[in-house]
């Protein structure tokens, strides 16, 4: 927040009878965690929107929404990006705000129809960089096979913003008979991962610190679209899609148990780690589960059917290394366990907020 | 733009090949001007996002595009709003992101059917703040009569950001046989303003310069979907809707000119522009033509149906001072032309960036 004096904000902030919305935690100022996606997220959400926008909020405001247009349902989702820095080993915010919106309106089976696009520019930045994550963004968009239809261009004083903020929202028809969402999940539910996790996470923190991990790790950002249409066409029954973006796996997991009552139950030496995420993880001290992804899903899938959607997945470019990482329990709903590699059990909690800020 | 050695970009920032796109104006980086809807603005489209976003890009990216989903038309819009200050007379950003998107949704005659809110806020400022800007979206959603269905909250870093930047999207279904758009334009069309023209620009500029001109100016910011549907109840043929917002009723009429391949000829003396934000454009050397509105509309219609519209409109809250300014010409195609106040005429440009940038 600037100094009120300074942009001339004191004389109009009157914010008498606007007090701080509890039980918001202990800050009466927003903190980074309330853009992680985890539990403050939800928090600032529950507690500070949803009041805040009375009779005109419809549902919970999630990442995506199902609206019926003349009898055809429509999935309908919007994403803004402020991922630091701006370009990254593997793409740039550029394919990342195209695959973010894609990959949300993906995650209820629908095809993304089109995309608008809404630039924030901050004063002074190179022209050169702005074209080269705009052509980022329009090849993302074919690869998708989606359109960019409508724009906005808004330009903030140097020294704010950073460079660029990218929002891309969008819509795509769900397929008749195609019910996908949170609460289908089903005890006994096979839950598949389409391929390794925490590789978008540890690629933005690699490039943002400076790390080098005797290799560079490279985002593995990613429209699902095509994947989730492979899926779909084999006539399997396909309860819950998501993409574990922020926070993680551990947070995507936690909401869907948290909506469907349900519980899930992983096994850690399952899960899709690459050795140089693992690494990276462990001299940071992250958790990869907690690591954001942008080019990976996550199914609940009827467990007979888990091997038809496997199989399918796995002659994709996007699931080659698509695997089972756990199953839907009844034992302890709303929550995610763990059966860690000596044989014990560990909860894996929602997030409070993210460990590693404006990954996306 | 932050210097690259701050915050990590430097090492990423493989921009080889990646050049300034000419014929962009004289500086090879961001100006504010670029974001004030104005031939700078124009020129970024044309010259750098179109090129860049290649084959995914759909017709030329305007405030709003006209989508078919199932055999039913839809406007689909999408603007970011980064008005400085957040809170000022008459309202706020919150309320501003409501209405913004609105108006350009309904200027394809459409009701705003949803709307996806996603917010950027900085860290450190306080939740008080965005509570009362919530408060205001929701407000504004509810007199619109649309739904919030969907959003996303970023946190940036303290000192970047301003506060709170927010992005609505949205859609509306575009009732049968309803046709309104720039190319409908015909040769002595009645040219109406809904209203006062100049004063949400000069509130903000006010309030942002701490001047006082003996009243405070506040915004006129509404939404104008409920006058858009009263007019189109009277079953007139109506060409053309334009919300002049950045760049004032100049870049829109240079707009739908320039699209229509008609002129504009204004009369000077009916413009509808009221004494405070007439002396303070004196003042300040502006011209009201070119200071932005987010309440107002500009009306294109078939001259016999003038009258009935009008009347319409003038019983309509937001349309009590609809007034005719002008009207459609084929004398200087692309051009408006005004009619001084001293009998001579002068040429109203398309400006080139905005007098007053972040209004909106």
Not at 223 to 251: E, K, Q, S, W, Y
Not at 347 to 359: K, N
């Amino acid at each position: 927040m600037p100094e009120p004096a300074r942009n001339g904000q004191a004389a109009t902030l009157d914010l008498e009878g606007w007090a701080c919305p509890l039980p918001l935690r202990d800050s009466p100022n927003i903190v980074m965690g309330h853009g992680g996606g985890g539990a403050m997220s939800g928090e600032l959400i529950e507690h500070l929107f949803l009041p805040a926008f009375g009779a005109a909020a419809a549902g919970e405001m999630t990442d995506s929404a199902v609206v019926t247009v003349g009898g055809t349902r429509v999935a309908f989702s919007t994403d803004s990006f402020v991922v630091k820095p701006m370009i990254f080993p593997g793409g740039s915010v550029g394919d990342l705000a195209v695959n973010g919106t894609v990959n949300d309106i993906a995650m209820s089976g629908a095809q993304p129809l089109v995309l608008s696009t809404a630039f924030i520019l901050e004063e002074g930045t190179p022209l050169s960089i702005i074209h080269r994550i705009a052509t980022d963004l329009g090849a993302a968009a074919t690869t998708a096979g989606t359109k960019l239809v409508t724009g906005d261009t808004k330009v903030v004083d140097s020294g704010h913003g950073d460079g660029v903020y990218i929002n891309t929202s969008g819509f795509g028809i769900i397929p008749e008979g195609v019910d996908i969402r949170p609460q289908r999940a089903r005890p006994g539910d096979t839950i598949i991962a389409s391929g390794h996790i925490g590789v978008h996470g540890v690629a933005i923190l690699s490039c943002r610190e400076g790390l080098e991990f005797g290799t560079t790790i490279r985002s593995d950002t990613a429209a699902l679209n095509g994947l989730v249409a492979t899926m779909i066409a084999t006539g399997a029954d396909i309860h819950v899609l998501r993409d574990p973006t922020r926070g993680g796996v551990a947070a995507a997991l936690n909401e869907i148990c948290t909506t469907a009552h349900l519980g899930a139950a992983l096994d850690e030496r399952s899960l899709p780690i690459p050795p140089e995420v693992r690494d990276a993880c462990g001299l940071l001290g992250l958790d990869p589960l907690y690591v954001a992804n942008e080019g990976k899903l996550i199914a609940f899938v009827a467990p007979d059917d888990a091997d038809t959607v496997l199989a399918a997945m796995h002659v994709h470019p996007h699931g080659r290394d698509a695997t089972i990482i756990g199953e839907v329990v009844t034992e302890h709903p709303g929550m995610v366990v763990a059966k860690t590699a000596l044989g014990g059990t560990r909860v894996v909690d929602l997030p409070a907020g993210e460990q590693l800020p404006r990954i996306c």
